[in-house]
């Protein structure tokens, strides 16, 4: 079945620095990809989408990069902030014809950014 | 704010309890999911509602059902707890069946003693 895999945590940076959290995913066909944030106690938030390979999802200065090839979508950011401090969640999506479209998800990877 | 309501915020419950999750989509949109957040499963899909009626079936235990009602709300029933059904429970809604775009609700957090 659909996976995904995602680079363990927690990361901690400091303010200003580069973020780059890994995913990896195994699914046949052509899945859409997602990035989701979930501050401290609270929901998901959708953070960025692709759609297609080599399509580029970005949103407040994050950016993933749909890459069949090697079957990726890793989330940067150039220059991170305290308030990027959360838990990012990279996920798939990828029905049979006609079928549902429920996320799968990885397990999530813990921010911290210090001042 | 994702547009997305969940109640209660918070329940607390003693084993072989019966509760039940209520969940709003945004206005306009047709489809529910419901997920769960554990530390040991991490978030898992469990049931999809489109205009009320079941759409998909996830890692759903029989202990658990859903509907969704003609107002569009839905609600998540959860009965013969157990402590392992402590979690985070999250509605998402989608405008209909075939988009592949979810917004979360900010999630009810169950725990069972």
């Known amino acids: 079945g659909d996976s995904v895999t995602q680079m363990e945590g927690p990361v901690t940076l400091s303010e200003e620095a580069f973020l780059t959290i890994n995913c990896t995913y195994t699914?046949?066909?052509?899945?859409?990809l997602f990035w989701y944030v979930q501050y401290p106690g609270e929901g998901l938030q959708l953070l960025l989408k692709?759609?297609?390979?080599?399509d580029k999802g970005s949103n407040k200065g994050f950016e993933a990069t749909y890459r069949k090839e090697t079957t990726s979508f890793h989330l940067e950011k150039g220059s991170v902030q305290v308030s990027d401090s959360a838990v990012y969640f990279c996920?798939?999506?990828?029905?049979?014809?006609?079928?549902?479209?429920?996320?799968?998800f990885g397990s999530g990877t813990q921010l911290t950014v210090l001042p | 704010d994702s547009g997305v309501t969940q109640t209660p915020k918070h329940l607390i419950t003693a084993t072989g309890q019966r509760v039940t999750l209520r969940c709003s989509p945004r206005?306009?949109?047709?489809?529910v999911y419901w997920y769960q957040q554990s530390l040991d499963q991490g978030l898992q899909f469990l049931i999809q509602?489109?205009?009320?009626?079941?759409?998909a079936k996830g890692n759903i235990l029989e202990r658990f059902s859903a509907q969704q009602f003609p107002d569009l709300h839905s609600e998540l029933n959860l009965s013969s707890l157990e402590l392992g059904d402590s979690a985070l429970y999250f509605c998402?809604?989608?405008?209909?069946?075939?988009?592949?775009?979810?917004?979360f609700g900010p999630g009810t957090r169950l725990t069972v003693l």
């Open positions: 692709a759609t297609k390979a080599d």
């Open positions: 509602y489109y205009n009320g009626e079941e759409r």
């Open positions: 699914a046949t066909g052509y899945p859409s």
């Open positions: 996920a798939l999506n990828n029905p049979p014809s006609g079928s549902a479209r429920q996320l799968t």
């Open positions: 206005s306009g949109d047709l489809s």
């Open positions: 998402a809604s989608s405008r209909d069946w075939a988009s592949d775009t979810q917004y």
